[in-house]
């Protein structure tokens, strides 16, 4: 899934919690040897399915600068359904736990 990709590419970037990266659709192209249209089409995909919200920035009045990517819907999905990833630790412990202490 190349919007996954895409995704991994942002974290990369995600070097500050209180800054929202902003790495320039061509680097993440190039990084993944895409076109700049296509991981733009990923992007909105991610958009569209609510896992970023793009920001665009500005140089001075009228130069469009490399858009910031908001995380928070991601982060706020991942919190959401993290109590399950811990429960599974936790059983996979207990089982784990089980079956040294039976074969001892």
């Known amino acids: 899934m190349p919007e996954f ?5 942002l974290i990369f970037h995600w070097w500050d919690a209180d800054r929202d990266p902003h790495p320039a659709k061509d680097t993440i192209a190039r990084r993944m040897g895409l076109s700049s249209r296509q991981v733009q089409r990923y992007l909105t995909n991610l958009e569209e399915a609510k896992l970023i919200k793009r920001i ?7 130069a469009q600068i ?6 928070s819907p991601l982060v706020r ?3 959401a359904i993290e109590p399950e990833f811990r429960k599974a630790v936790e059983q996979r412990r207990l089982r784990q736990k089980k079956v040294e202490g039976g074969s001892a």
């Not at 990709?5 to 590419?9: A, E, G, I, R, Y």
């Open 5 to 9: 990709n895409v995704l991994v590419q």
């Open 56 to 62: 665009e920035r500005f140089s001075g009045k009228k």
């Open 66 to 71: 490399a858009n910031a990517y908001d995380l």
């Open 77 to 79: 999905k991942l919190g």
